[in-house]
């Protein structure tokens, strides 16, 4: 087991936490590392940190790039990395210190293509608040059954049957070989062309997936940092959210996924619709401005039209409630309902 494990950090306005998060990596338990530094352009220190870190560890590999987003980003480490292995890490975030060595090892006794693990969410005081551990009914899918049935449980939750497995589908809790990506020709698609970026883009990977593996364990500790957190909202970003959602269906229906899989992609559709009205709510707008873009989302036909093409019934309450409320056109009370939540968690 000394195959070379490439590292993918794409790095960007993080100079508070970089140093935590290139530590992590650098003391692995698995020594054979390529650990690619993407610098994005960043406006802060990380560029000079990165350079510090080179000069400190001959396994480090430092791009410095033009600003293009995440997602290009990560395709310029893919761009160089030499590994039989990659994984992507989120430079605001760090990894426990035997994550790499416990994921090639199932990786290799598994011959899997990725291996997908659990992760702990970490306040900005570091305290680990909660641990997703991912409790599928397999440890090890193997052919039609990956598609078939791990990726609709990798995308949502199945509501309907209440079944939860944990699973999170972001680029930085999965560990890939390297052989699948490049015989998938698979490259991340830019957010700046489609929002959840991860989810568009592993939908479009999963079609050459043979084998993965779930390995039970929290690896990865995912930092609510203020770097991480935005309370801005662009007047574009439910139309966005449309794009993501309708170009997630047309890769789904291209690669023949089913309808199981299809109808999950609901799942994160309403859950960043959600978010966005939450912006909104939670903006410097004044009141009057707030209501009018709140109530253009509510009244939109295309999530009206997906919501009632949604089994939505056995949802989470909150959920329920907000579904129920466009299908039955209460807007006004779901405008006030946003505010009263938000008043509460505050």
Known sequence: ????????????????????????????????????????????????????????????????????GLGMARNSGLDVATGEYVCFFDS???IKEDAI??????????????????????????????????????D?????EVQADFLPDLIAPDIVRGIKSDLWMSAWCSFYSMDLIKRSQWKFVSERKVISEDIYSLLDLYSNV???????????????NESSLTHVFKEDRFEKIKIFYDECVKIANKHGYNSKTINRLTYPYISNTLAALKLIITSSNL????KVAVYSILKDKHLRNVILNTDYHKDIIQRRIFMNMIVFKMYSLCYYLLCWRNKNEN
């Open 1 to 68: 087991m000394n195959e070379k494990v490439s590292v993918i950090l794409p790095i960007y306005n993080v100079e508070p936490y970089l140093e935590r998060c290139i530590r992590s990596v650098v003391n692995q338990t698995y020594n054979n590392l390529e650990i690619i530094l993407v610098d994005d352009g960043s406006p802060d220190k990380c560029p000079q940190i990165c350079e510090k870190w080179k000069n400190k560890d001959s396994r480090i590999v430092v791009i410095h790039k033009k600003n293009e």
């Open 210 to 224: 043979n084998r993965v593996c779930v390995l039970k364990q929290s690896l990865y500790f995912y930092c609510a």
């Open 140 to 144: 090890l899918y193997v052919g039609a």
């Open 287 to 290: 009141k009057e401005e707030k």
């Open 101 to 138: 060595e416990k994921c090639i090892s199932i990786a290799q006794e598994n011959r899997a293509d990725i291996v997908i693990y659990g992760f702990s969410d970490v306040d900005a005081q570091g305290n680990v608040i909660k641990t997703m551990i991912p409790h599928t009914k397999k």
């Open 92 to 94: 605001d975030d760090y």
